[in-house]
């Protein structure tokens, strides 16, 4: 059972470029999260979807977008990159039952330089 | 604001040595979630506590909630090495958020021999 996938797992972009983070889940979940993590801190809510056409903003949307278009996918868009956005980002996934707890992928580590 | 506040944010303890985590957050949601994350890889789902009185325990870690003083705590007993890690305790975020989670700083734990 692979759980929740992130690629890529690395990536190094120049201020200005953009790229998508993909995030997949095999676990039929309705609910999918991006958080980010920055140094020494804890996760902040970019985005996240209730279900295939249904996403809303998080606590720092500002320079992300992400669409959902299947149960299973919940891309991460970064449209030109800036130094702000190095961090790693996690995308979890719940099922939707009172009290279930959020199932985390590896993480991708982004460095725009 | 709604926010989770950890002490300590660092420890360093000795192996065999008893220790508790507190976690206190703001909202006034029912339940909590620990997590565990080892340097450099993804968050793992410790307990899920769901109710008031909530008490839950695995290995030499044991979690309870307290939601009228808005108090967590994860309690080590003889600690061992492989319990180094950081530790979240993430609060449920209803509002709009459709049930995010917050975090703190987590609590950096590290065992030494």
């Known amino acids: 059972n692979a759980g929740v996938t992130q690629t890529p797992k690395f990536r190094i972009l120049k201020i200005g470029q953009s790229m998508t983070l993909q995030c997949t889940q095999d676990?039929?979940?309705?609910?999918m999260y991006w958080y980010r993590q920055d140094p020494g801190m804890g996760l902040k809510l970019i985005y996240y979807?209730?279900?295939?056409?249904?996403?809303d903003k998080g606590e720092v949307p500002n320079g992300y977008n992400v669409s959902r278009s299947t149960t299973e996918d919940f891309p991460l868009r970064l449209e030109l990159a800036a130094p702000s956005q190095t961090s790693v980002y996690f995308c979890?996934?719940?099922?939707?039952?009172?009290?279930?707890?959020?199932?985390f992928g590896d993480g991708t580590r982004l460095s725009i330089l | 604001e709604l926010k989770v506040e950890q002490n300590p944010l660092f420890l360093s303890m000795q192996e065999g040595k008893n220790y508790t985590i507190y976690c206190n957050y703001s909202?006034?949601?029912?339940?909590l979630y620990w997590y565990r994350q080892d340097p450099g890889k993804s968050l793992e789902s410790l307990f899920v506590?769901?109710?008031?009185?909530a008490v839950k325990q695995e290995g030499r870690l044991m979690a309870s909630l307290d939601t009228k003083a808005r108090l967590s705590t994860l309690h080590i007993t003889a600690a061992v090495h492989d319990l180094s890690a950081t530790y979240f305790c993430?609060?449920?975020?209803?509002?709009?958020?459709?049930?995010?989670?917050?975090f703190g700083k987590g609590t950096k734990l590290s065992v030494k021999p």
């Open positions: 909202t006034t949601s029912d339940r």
């Open positions: 676990m039929n979940h309705n609910y």
């Open positions: 979890a996934s719940r099922y939707d039952r009172v009290g279930q707890p959020q199932h």
């Open positions: 506590l769901l109710s008031n009185g």
């Open positions: 993430p609060d449920l975020n209803y509002g709009g958020s459709q049930g995010n989670l917050i």
């Open positions: 979807s209730v279900g295939a056409g249904i996403t």
